[in-house]
Each structure stands twice: as structure tokens, then as C-alpha cells.
């Protein structure tokens, strides 16, 4: 069993940055982690991913060249880096943990799941 918390959301002005964290428990070392945001009125859609020893990356077009994913397996946590934020990147943000390497932008894939946490940016 894997229980994911995430932090670091907030209150941003446009093009400022925010680093969210995503602390699990259990051995999240062998799952592919991801992050996925849900803005208000619309579907919860993938932002980035990350394989089990960090060596791919997958990125939203939308997020790309701005969001930096990594992990840090010896202290179970993921980072989701965003840098020159939108007023569009307003959204719950989750994390996210399956099993296997397919279907790692698909949302059914995924096997655990935080509460989420809330960022905002304003224009």
C-alpha cells in the first residue's frame, strides 16, 4: 500500500514559480510517479511523469520547458519544479503512483493518488 501527501501549493503572481512536493509512504522506489492537475469545471489531465529510476521524463505540451519533475527515492518524495507559471496552470495539483511503465499519461493507469493541493496564479 502506498499513501501519497502533497505540499506546496499556493498564491502565485504570473511568472513566479512554486517547487510542489509529494511525500509517500511505502516503497515507492518501483512505481512510475507522476503528477496531474485538475482546474476548475474541467477534467484532471496529465502534467508529467517520471520512470522508476528517474531516467525518462514525460511532459504535458503545456507544461513543457516550465515544469521540471524528479525524485528523490532514498527519501520517498517526488518535486514537481514550475517556473513562469500562467494564470492557466490554476488547478488542484495530485500525485500519483502505478504500477508498470505503460499508459504513463493516462489517468485510469494509476494506482494511488494524494488529496491534492491548490495553486492558484493570478495575472
Known amino acids: 500500500q502506498v499513501q501519497l501527501v502533497e505540499s506546496g501549493g499556493g498564491l502565485v503572481q504570473a511568472g513566479g514559480s512554486l517547487r510542489l512536493s509529494c511525500a509517500a509512504s511505502?516503497?515507492?522506489?518501483?512505481?512510475?510517479m507522476g503528477w496531474f492537475r485538475q482546474a476548475p469545471g474541467k477534467a484532471r489531465e496529465f502534467v508529467a511523469a517520471?520512470?522508476?529510476?528517474?531516467?525518462?521524463?514525460y511532459y504535458a505540451d503545456s507544461v513543457k520547458g516550465r515544469f521540471t519533475i524528479s525524485r528523490d527515492n532514498a527519501k520517498n518524495t517526488l518535486y514537481l519544479q514550475m517556473n513562469s507559471l500562467k494564470p492557466e496552470d490554476t488547478a488542484v495539483y495530485y500525485c500519483?503512483?502505478?504500477?508498470?511503465?505503460?499508459?504513463?499519461?493516462?489517468?485510469?493507469?494509476?494506482?494511488?493518488w494524494g488529496q491534492g493541493t491548490q495553486v492558484t496564479v493570478s495575472s
Open positions: 517520471m520512470n522508476r529510476n528517474g531516467g525518462s521524463t
Open positions: 500519483a503512483a502505478k504500477y508498470g511503465s505503460m499508459f504513463i499519461i493516462e489517468e485510469s493507469s494509476y494506482n494511488y
Open positions: 511505502g516503497r515507492t522506489f518501483s512505481y512510475v
